[in-house]
Each structure stands twice: as C-alpha cells, then as structure tokens.
C-alpha cells in the first residue's frame, strides 16, 4: 500500500514542519491556509528555539544550517528587574545556551523556503470538516470548494476547524491576558527602556502572574508584553481603539514603578494590543479516530511559556518520522505518534506553570531558578 497524500490545515510553525519532513521522506502534502499569502500579517516577535524540541524538529528538518543564519546572536540575555527597577538577576548570552533566539517571521519564511512550488495553498479558509467514513474526511472551505482525503491533519490552532472531529474540548480563557505593545529605534528614542531590557529578554514579574515583559527583537525593536490577570470583563471596560487612553489605563496598574518600565507601556509606538489567553485542558487526548490527528495549539494549546512553538514543531517532526515509518500503515503511524505526544504535551504545558499564581519573592526565585537551569 502507498502512502496517502497528505492534507494539512494550517501554515504555522507546526504544519510546515510537517509538511517539510514528509517533503524529505518523498511524501507528498498540501497545506491549506486562510492567509491570502506568507507576508499578509506580521508573524509575531522572537522565539528561543530549544535543543531539547525545537532544535530537534529543525535537524529532522535538515535545516540547521539555514537556521543558523536566522539566530539573533546575543539575544539569550535574559534579566529580571524589581518593580523599582533594581537588577535582581542578569545573565548575558555567552554563546553556549541551548536556547538561541530568531524571528519568528523568519523561521516561517524558511520553512516555507524549503516547499515545493505550490505545497501550500494561500487563501484557503477552512470553514469545517466531517467525516465520510472508513477514515476519509471532507474539509470545506469559505470560498465553497471542498477537499477530500485519507489522512487530514489538523494544525491549525487554537479554534481549530479539525478538533472536533476528534475531541469536544474548546479552549477556556485562563483568566489571564497579554497587552502587548513596541517601541521602535529604542536606543535613540527610549533610551531607557531600552537600558532596562538589555539586550535579550526581561521579566518584572509581580504576585498573581502581573508583570511587564519584553524582548529586544532586531533592527533596534523591543516588544513589550505586560501581564495582568483579570476576567475578560474587565479588560472589555477599555477602549482599545483609544491607544493613549488604552495605554494609560494599563499602565495605572503598575503606579509606583520605575518609570523605565512603565515607559514600555506607555511609549509604545503602536496602539496596545490585547490578546487574551487561553488554553486547553492540560493533559487534553482523544480516542484515536481514523485518518485523522492534531499538532501544536490544536491539540493542546498551553499557557504561554516558552514551549509552544517547539512543541509544535516537534509535533511536526515526530508526526512525519511516524508516517515514513509506516508506509501504507496510517493508523500505526498515527497511533505512534499520539501515544507519544500525549504525554509530552502535558510535561510541556506543565513548565513554568506554578509561577503564575506566586507571590513576588517565589516568582523572582522561581523565575531565577527557571533560567539558570534551562541554559537559556
């Protein structure tokens, strides 16, 4: 029995990794993406790519030589600052960290580099899927078309249109969101924020999860990221689109701070952002269902920390090593895998998660701790 082509919903880190793979292995795939093309949106800040997961999946890959020239060289550096802006922990990049920082743009853009001409079909919103049996599955898109096959997987997020095929489960808010913001050509124009960040990572982390965060990216960029836990109505009672307002009201949540840290919230040089998070049972599985299986966010999207993006391209990257390893035997392949990636997910989504709820002298430690021993 030959393999099946092999259709994957989603262009993210996860189903190009799997499409990549399979590409190596000789096995054809298409990917479908709503995005009308690869530079339609801005693909989010810095990633730290670990040796552990992510660094594995780009080795399977074989493109640890183009990722090599996409590292941020000097961005590991990671600090953690009081709210009165006192240096409580500050480690620079020396070069031997397992945790080397990229763009996440371009770590897209070569994965997509490494495609066949025409693997991914741009502009492809997928609207829902259902089962026809024996293991086939039809995907609807928006446009009214329809595709059908004998292997679909789903790698497309958080509200994947594949889950349901497989699961009940949707994600639920954590009861904590992100009000993201950046500040351009820091070291002339916010000098310093720009001191206070350094040139890698920073964290001011607060009891109950607060804090201000942000990552140096290229090009004189920092990305702030500030943390608050609060239900989703109190996040509705801010005008968004009043980005001053927005921005000072956020920033009054951190009154008597260091006015260099609450400079990365209120002299953002874009309107703050809010992106509320959410996550998925830890430890989310299924029953495994013919012709069908999830990667990355939509199999179990995690609190941010730090793991997503590498589980999922793991997830990519294990996925396809299965299917080449059983050719003609799908379900094998399939059922290989997820025995592998339930468990996984759950110690990936398990990391870090007790800070969240800590008060500030465990969160500074705890954070501590976390670095030192990650080798980031």
């Not at 093309?37 to 890959?61: C, F």
């Amino acid at each position: 029995m030959n393999t099946p082509h092999i259709t994957i919903i989603g262009a993210g880190l996860g189903g190009l990794t799997l499409a990549r793979v399979l590409h190596i292995h000789r096995i054809p795939a298409t990917v479908y993406e709503a995005e009308p093309a690869p530079t339609a949106r801005a693909q989010g800040g810095i990633l730290d790519i670990h040796d552990y997961n992510g660094q594995l999946a780009i080795e399977a890959a074989g493109l640890m030589d183009q990722f090599r020239d996409i590292i941020l060289h000097g961005h590991q550096a990671m600090r953690i600052l009081a709210p009165d802006g006192t240096v409580l922990f500050d480690k620079a990049d020396d070069g031997n960290g397992g945790r080397p920082e990229v763009q996440r743009g371009d770590l897209r853009q070569m994965l997509l580099d490494s495609l066949p001409v025409g693997a991914v079909q741009w502009g492809r919103k997928v609207v829902s899927t259902r089962s026809l049996g024996e293991g086939h599955h039809e995907v609807i898109f928006a446009d009214g078309g329809t595709s059908t096959t004998s292997l679909l997987v789903g790698a497309d997020g958080a509200w994947s249109r594949v889950r349901p095929l497989l699961s009940d489960a949707t994600p639920e808010y954590t009861g904590m969101s992100y009000v993201e913001t950046y500040l351009f050509d820091v070291d002339t124009r916010h000098p310093a924020a720009a001191q206070a960040v350094g040139s890698g990572s920073m964290a001011a982390p607060a009891a109950g999860g607060k804090g201000i965060q942000a990552q140096r990216e290229k090009g004189g960029t920092i990305h702030t990221y500030v943390v608050l836990r609060e239900p989703q109505e109190w996040f509705d009672a801010i005008d968004f689109t009043d980005g001053a307002a927005a921005a000072a009201r956020i920033a009054k949540e951190f009154d008597g701070w260091a006015p260099e840290l609450t400079a990365l919230i209120t002299d953002g040089d874009v309107p703050p952002l809010l992106r509320p998070l959410f996550a998925l049972p830890l430890g989310h599985k299924w029953e495994r269902v013919p012709g069908v299986t999830l990667l990355g966010d939509a199999a179990h999207l995690l609190t941010p920390n730090g793991e997503g993006a590498n589980s999922a391209m793991y997830d990519g990257a294990e996925l396809a090593k299965a299917i080449a390893a059983h050719p003609g035997d799908i379900e094998a392949a399939l059922t290989q895998y997820e025995e592998a990636m339930f468990p996984r997910s759950a110690e990936f989504g398990s990391i870090g998660a007790e800070l969240h709820d800590l008060d500030d002298a465990d969160a500074v430690a705890g954070l501590i701790k976390l670095y030192t021993e990650s080798g980031n």
